[in-house]
Every structure is written in C-alpha cells, then in structure tokens.
C-alpha cells in the first residue's frame, strides 16, 4: 500500500500574522527594487541633491548675512540671486526626476507581486480554498499589494530624502559652531528611540488593519453572492450590521494609527524645542564667539529639522504598513502549490480506472472522507456512485482529478499511478460535468472552448453545442453563440448552463467522464433533454456518474452504493434491488436522502 505525504494534502500552514523585523522584510522585498538598480540609483542621486538644495538655501545664510549685510560685499549680494535662483531649479529637477523614477520602479515591482500572487492563487491546491475565504484573497491582491507601493515608492522618497536633509543640516550646523550644535547629541538618541518604538506599534496596527479589510471584503463579496438569498430571508439588517461592524474595527484601527502618527509629531517637536532653547541659552554667553551669520544657521537648521523629523514620523505609518502587507504575501508566497512531479505525459488513455485501499481525509476535518476504497472501471464502461449526501461520492471524483492527493493506497489509470502523470496530462484526460456549473464572464463560444480559445474552429464548436441539444437555444439569442453570459452565467438559466458545460465536455472528448449529480437541481423537461446529451456524451468514455436520481444511473455497468466513506454494496441495478439492503432502500425512497 503506497503511502503519500504530499504537503498539500495536510494542513496548509495558514500562520500568516507571524511577526518578523522590518530588515527581514526588507531583505525579501529587496530582489524585486534591485532589478532596477540603475533608475533607483539615479533617483537616490537626485533625492540626494534636492536635499542638498535645501540645506544650501539655509547655509546661504551665513555669507548672506556675514558677508553681504555686516561686511557690505557687494558683489556677492549680487551674485546671491543667482545662487538661489541656481538651487530652486536643481531642487525642482531633482524632485520632479526622483519622484518619476521612484514611481516607475514602484508600478513595476507592484506589477510582479500582483502577477506573482495571482499565478500563486491559480496553482494553489483546493484545500487552500477550502480554509481561506474568497473575500481574504481579493484583500490580498488589491489592498495588500497596494500598501506595497507605499513602501517602495512614496515612503522611500521620504526616508531617503529626509534622511539626506538631516544629514545636510547636522554638517551646516557643525561646521558653522559646533559648541552650538552639542545639544543634537542629546535628542538625537532620543528621537531614534522614540520612532523605533512608534515602528513597532505602528507594525501591529498595520497587520490588524490588513486583517480588518480582509474582513470588510469577505462581508462584501458575500452579499454580493448571496444578495437574493438576503432579500428572500430579509437579512438586509442583519447584512448591515455585520458590514458595519467589520468597517468600524478598520476605521477604529486606522484612527490608532493616526492618534499615534499624530501624537508621536509634536512630541519630537517638543523634544527638538529643547535644543532650540539650548541654543539661545548658549548664544546668551558672551565669551562665545559666534557671528549673526552662524548663528541664524544654526537656529534655521535647527527649526528645520522639525519638517523632515515630522516627516519621518508620519511616513514611519505608511512604511510599516507597506512592510505588514510584504510579510503578508512572502508568507503567502510560501504555502505550497500543487504537487507536480509526474513525469508522463500521454496523448489519449485507454481509461481503465482503479482505486486500490485508497483511504483520505481532509485536512479540516479529523474523521475520514473514505475508507479502503477498492473499485475497478473498465474502459468505455459506466460506474455509478450513489449514497446519502456527505458519503463520500464527490471526494471519489475530486481524487480521481487530484484536486486533492490521498493519503494511502493507489489511483492508476492504465495501470499507471495518476502522480505519476503531470497533472495537465491527467486532467487532459477527464471531462468534467458538474451540478454547480461555472461559466466565465464572455461569450458563450468562450465559455464552450474554455481553457483552448483559439484552438477549435468555429464550426467545431457549432457542433459540440448541436451534440449537447444547445445549439437551438444559442442561435435564438439576439447575438448568438458571442453573447455574454455574465458573471456565472447569470443570464442563463440552469439547463442551459448545464448544456453549455456538455458542449464544453464534448468539444475536449476526453476518454474519461465524470458526472457530478449534472441533472439534480434541474426541472423536468430540462433534465429529460440534458439527459439524452449525456447519454450521447458517454458513449465510447469511461464514465464515472454520481447522482441521486434513478433515471441517470440505472442503466450503468456497476452501481457502488456508498456510505459513511465506504464501499457498502455493488452490483448492477437488478442485483442491488434483490439485496434489499441501503440502495433498495434509496430507490424507494426515489434518491431523495
């Protein structure tokens, strides 16, 4: 017996909200900035000098005032306009350059992670949807990647631009009376110890705020899917108050984050305010000597530091926020995708099918899906699988595809195990018709050649649709076989979605066939033309036939009867009825338990 350990088959490791440094995010953020080493080169460069534009502006004070006021140099006051006239325009250049640059690398990188999220979500396992809801994915490709951008455009133009300035500032300040600058050697610690700390809380809000607009998102995808079912039940007020619940934890979370941001501002102001008036005491001693020139720098400088510090401070929030959703989708990027390791490809099986002790459990669930399932179908033959809804007849099918791998035992197909088989080759092999039919939001064309658009004439589609008696309903459309058939399918009704995924199958003619309960939720007449589609459908496949009602399965090769994950009774219809056992007791009662 083959035991298989597959990592998507067990529980998929969800812990998403581990926290991790801003270093260790950075690091992994770091490959996708570093494809565009040389534009981010040039915009660090251009940031550096509009900083640089900036902090000369403030050190033209000193010879301004000095040179041009006390000594009455003419000549440089009037070259002073000049120079002025010189900074403004390198600092417009420089900032329009860096911010154009900056953005640029910023779309492109939020670009790759969005792409590189989507090819992870379609190569995700089923059991990676059976555990995350539909409305926490959507958060994770529009507002998570989102943040991103924050991180690596806007909040980088300020770290480095700010940074630059303070620098610029702390050698105008030194170099022009360094006994006046002394008292950034106290407040600068300070400062560093007071955003490090703010980071940290601004990291926490940040993740509860990626978790509040997952919650916002999955409220709206689900009134979105459900609204009928809402207005049928009058839970209008029900809906809302749940929406209006999730949306205030997001705003209750977002005003932390602005109390916080808002709070943390003149806090360090004050702080700064202490160095200002430490410089006045100092300037106050008259054995100091120190000129009006030097000391206007110096106290400018030291009011100037307050913007960029304010600066800091604030984008700290939007870059801890951008480094929340980073670690969010590496950790994303992380959780396994599906296991392919097969290695043969065929064009077309023979499709003889065998299940040997095959034994699986979800991995959300403790008691068994099945038990020691052992079955054989022979080729061109039909099997039908009946049962209580939960027994375990669709968990059959969805192995047989390997949208989830067991845990023991063999599947083979040809006397080939199916993970032996790449998973395009397997599932190249099975045509597909199920209760619940999806339907792309294109045309009906589309929507019948999915997966091969392009790949089948027009003709061949015609003539899928004629095989699957929906050719009829199709031409009387007012655009025919290119109407749109909306999200789902919504503007079809069930028969004729269901006809469209036959044409869909028809038109793959793949050896093996699985139908999923195809005619259950339809109405009579529906089902009587549905059916003689699927009858036409089955011939010359290997057919596995899950169903309730009698008239889909009575004519099948072998009925397996299953219960509580087991294989209880098999035999043909005659067989089965004379055993008096679980299907006699099905059949009268019509398939309806």
């Known amino acids: 017996m083959k035991k298989n350990n597959n990592p998507a088959n067990s529980a998929i490791n969800n812990n998403i909200d581990q926290d991790s440094s801003t270093w260790q995010t950075f690091s992994k953020l770091w490959p996708y900035i570093a494809k565009h080493k040389?534009?981010?080169?040039?915009?660090?460069?251009?940031?550096?000098?509009?900083?640089?534009?900036?902090?000369?502006?403030?050190?033209?004070?000193?010879?301004?005032?000095?040179?041009?006021?006390?000594?009455?140099?003419?000549?440089?006051?009037?070259?002073?306009?000049?120079?002025?006239?010189?900074?403004v325009l390198l600092r417009g250049v420089a900032n329009y350059g860096y911010a154009f640059f900056l953005s640029l690398i910023s779309t492109k990188i939020v670009l790759k992670i969005r792409q590189r999220l989507f090819n992870h979500f379609v190569d995700a396992p089923v059991s990676y949807y059976d555990q995350n809801s539909t409305g926490r994915l959507l958060s994770r490709i529009t507002y998570d990647t989102d943040q991103v951008a924050s991180s690596s455009s806007d909040a980088l133009i300020t770290i480095v631009r700010e940074s630059a300035f303070i620098c610029g500032l702390f050698y105008t300040m030194?170099?022009?009376?360094?006994?006046?600058?002394?008292?950034?050697?106290?407040?600068?610690?300070?400062?560093?110890?007071?955003?490090?700390?703010?980071?940290?809380?601004?990291?926490?809000?940040?993740k509860s705020m990626q978790n509040s607009m997952g919650s916002v998102?999955?409220?709206?995808?689900?009134?979105?899917?459900?609204?009928?079912?809402?207005?049928?039940?009058?839970?209008?007020?029900?809906?809302?108050?749940?929406?209006?619940?999730?949306?205030?934890?997001?705003?209750?979370?977002?005003?932390?984050?602005?109390?916080?941001?808002?709070?943390?501002?003149?806090?360090?102001?004050?702080?700064?305010?202490?160095?200002?008036?430490?410089?006045?005491l100092m300037a106050s001693d008259p054995d100091l000597n120190i000129t009006p020139g030097q000391f206007t720098v110096v106290f400018s400088s030291?009011?100037?530091?307050?913007?960029?510090?304010?600066?800091?401070?604030?984008?700290?929030?939007?870059?801890?926020?951008?480094?929340?959703?980073?670690?969010?989708?590496?950790?994303?990027f992380d959780q396994p995708i599906e296991k392919d390791n097969g290695k043969i490809n065929i064009d077309r099986v023979k499709g003889n099918i065998e299940f040997k002790h095959v034994n699986f459990t979800y991995a959300t669930r403790q008691e068994p899906a099945l038990q020691d399932i052992n079955f054989t179908v022979e080729p061109y033959k039909t099997?039908?699988?009946?049962?209580?809804?939960?027994?375990?007849?669709?968990?059959?099918?969805?192995?047989?595809?390997?949208?989830?791998?067991?845990?023991?035992?063999?599947?083979?197909?040809?006397?080939?195990?199916?993970?032996?088989?790449?998973?395009?080759?397997?599932?190249?092999?099975?045509?597909?018709?199920?209760q619940n039919v999806h339907l792309f939001n294109d045309t009906i064309a589309n929507n019948i050649a999915y997966g091969r658009v392009g790949e089948y004439s027009q003709e061949q589609i015609e003539e899928a649709a004629?095989?699957?008696?929906?050719?009829?309903?199709?031409?009387?459309?007012?655009?025919?076989?290119?109407?749109?058939?909306?999200?789902?399918?919504?503007?079809?009704?069930?028969?004729?979605?269901q006809r469209i995924a036959i044409a869909r199958a028809l038109l793959r003619n793949t050896p093996i066939l699985v139908l999923?309960?195809?005619?259950?939720?339809?109405d009579t007449e529906s089902e009587q033309v549905i059916q003689k589609a699927l009858e036409d459908l089955q011939k010359g496949r290997t057919s596995i036939v899950i169903a309730h009602r009698l008239s889909t399965i009575e004519n099948a090769?072998?009925?397996?009867?299953?219960?509580?994950?087991?294989?209880?009774?098999?035999?043909?219809?005659?067989?089965?009825?004379?055993?008096?056992?679980?299907?006699?007791?099905?059949?009268?009662?019509?398939?309806?338990?």
């Open 38 to 87: 040389f534009i981010l080169f040039l915009s660090v460069i251009l940031l550096i000098l509009s900083a640089f534009a900036d902090t000369s502006l403030i050190a033209l004070l000193q010879p301004l005032l000095d040179k041009g006021f006390v000594e009455n140099d003419q000549h440089f006051l009037m070259m002073a306009p000049l120079y002025i006239l010189g900074l």
């Open 174 to 206: 030194f170099t022009n009376s360094w006994q006046l600058s002394l008292s950034l050697i106290i407040i600068t610690p300070v400062v560093i110890g007071l955003i490090t700390f703010i980071s940290v809380k601004f990291r926490k809000l940040a």
């Open 217 to 280: 998102t999955m409220s709206v995808e689900q009134m979105l899917k459900g609204h009928r079912e809402i207005i049928l039940f009058g839970a209008q007020d029900e809906e809302s108050k749940n929406f209006d619940k999730v949306s205030n934890k997001f705003r209750h979370d977002s005003m932390r984050l602005v109390s916080i941001s808002a709070l943390s501002t003149p806090i360090i102001q004050l702080i700064i305010s202490f160095a200002i008036a430490f410089v006045l």
């Open 302 to 332: 030291l009011v100037a530091l307050m913007q960029p510090i304010k600066s800091l401070t604030s984008v700290n929030a939007e870059f801890q926020k951008g480094m929340a959703a980073c670690q969010t989708l590496f950790a994303i």
């Open 383 to 434: 099997v039908a699988l009946v049962g209580r809804s939960g027994s375990g007849k669709t968990t059959i099918a969805s192995l047989l595809t390997r949208f989830y791998d067991i845990n023991d035992g063999e599947i083979l197909i040809d006397n080939y195990n199916i993970q032996d088989f790449t998973l395009h080759s397997l599932r190249n092999q099975i045509g597909l018709v199920s």
């Open 466 to 497: 004629k095989k699957a008696y929906a050719y009829d309903f199709i031409k009387g459309l007012e655009k025919g076989f290119n109407t749109i058939v909306g999200e789902s399918g919504v503007l079809l009704s069930g028969g004729q979605r």
């Open 516 to 522: 999923d309960e195809a005619t259950s939720a339809l």
């Open 557 to 593: 090769d072998k009925i397996l009867v299953i219960d509580s994950g087991k294989i209880v009774e098999q035999g043909n219809h005659e067989e089965l009825l004379s055993m008096n056992g679980l299907y006699a007791k099905l059949y009268q009662g019509n398939f309806t338990n």
